[in-house]
């Protein structure tokens, strides 16, 4: 087969899907990326903001280039990319299969209702030209078959996987009174780190990093600097070194919005952190409820954060060798097709 894996970034492919590519070429596929940056097959500049005209532009070229190629299927992450690429194939005559790979609906319960309704109805366009969905959450399930966002079958899986196995993941030891948060996640109004800040002004025997970079660190920082915790919140930048901070942390915190399953809580469970989590989809998955504080809530947040939990649950299920498979096995499914290939 003649595959097309489409996400916005190269870091997004990088950080998920090169096992899933080296799989598919393993089993005797041509695998071809497209997204933005260096070591792209297609390299398409997707702009951030969804509705871009910039990238109502770009469907015009992703179009182009998929009639010329003529792929088998194409499997779309990351909710702009899966947009514009599912946009640029309508009306097109004997296009390829598209399982679309839903890393957590911007859209439901923790959104505005005008919100949801753009991002929704953005869906609703396209679903003649979804034929597979796959998610990583109840809720977004819930989503997908009340709203019949495909042509096909809804699947739901385990997340990507997490290479627990990595010399990163090394076990943290919460101190017996917990004084170091640490968050990693793009420092984006999704992540929400802004709350973080905010409440860390009642916590005053703590600090916070914030692993990451990103579009909001400016905002971030006027925050810190008006608050005056320049001496307790460090933001570190893009860094790939995550184990060496979850390892010196006590509580793995999170301010998220929007989910699919937080790969990085995953983590931070297999490090044997505290956990202490907003209650929204995805991360309800894989945490109880002794760990989840209502999504902006500080009051809620700081009495957990003054007695947090770490969570037991087993994270096996969600390790990249067990969720591989799973996923190997939903992607031949829909094109119809077996693996020769044992993972």
Known sequence: MKILVVASNMVHINNFHQPYIQTFKDDGNDVYV????????????????S????????????????????FDIIYLHTTLSAFWTRWA???????????????????????????????????????KVTDNIVVMNSEDEIIAKENNLCLGKIYKINGMGVDFSKKAIEKANPSVQPRNLVYV?????????????????????????????GGERKAIEKCIKRLGLGDRVTITGFT????????????????????????????????????????IKGQRDILPSE???????????????????ICKNVTKEYSLDSVISQNMEIYYECAGKSSTIKV
Not at 34 to 49: L, Q
């Open 34 to 49: 497209m997204a933005s940056g260096e070591g792209a097959d297609f390299n398409i500049p997707f702009k951030k903001r």
């Open 291 to 309: 760990c989840l504080y209502t999504l902006d809530n500080e009051d809620e947040f700081v009495s957990l954060i003054n007695n947090p939990s």
């Open 51 to 70: 509705l871009s005209l910039k990238n109502l532009f770009l469907s015009f070229k992703i179009r182009k280039i998929i009639k010329k190629e003529k």
């Open 89 to 127: 194939l309508k009306g097109l005559k004997n296009r390829p299969l598209v399982v679309n790979t839903v890393h957590g609906y911007l859209f439901g319960e923790s959104s505005g209702a005008l919100h949801n309704k753009i991002y929704l109805a953005c869906e609703k366009i396209v679903r």
């Open 240 to 279: 790939k070194n995550v184990g060496e901070y979850l390892k010196n942390a006590d509580i793995y915190v999170s301010a998220s919005t929007i989910e699919g399953l937080p790969f990085n809580i995953l983590e931070a469970i297999e490090s044997g952190l505290y956990i202490v989590a907003s209650n």
């Open 185 to 213: 996640g793009e420092l984006n109004k999704r992540k929400n780190q802004i709350f973080l800040v905010k409440a860390l002004e009642r916590l005053p025997n703590m600090s916070l990093t914030l692993v990451g970079d």
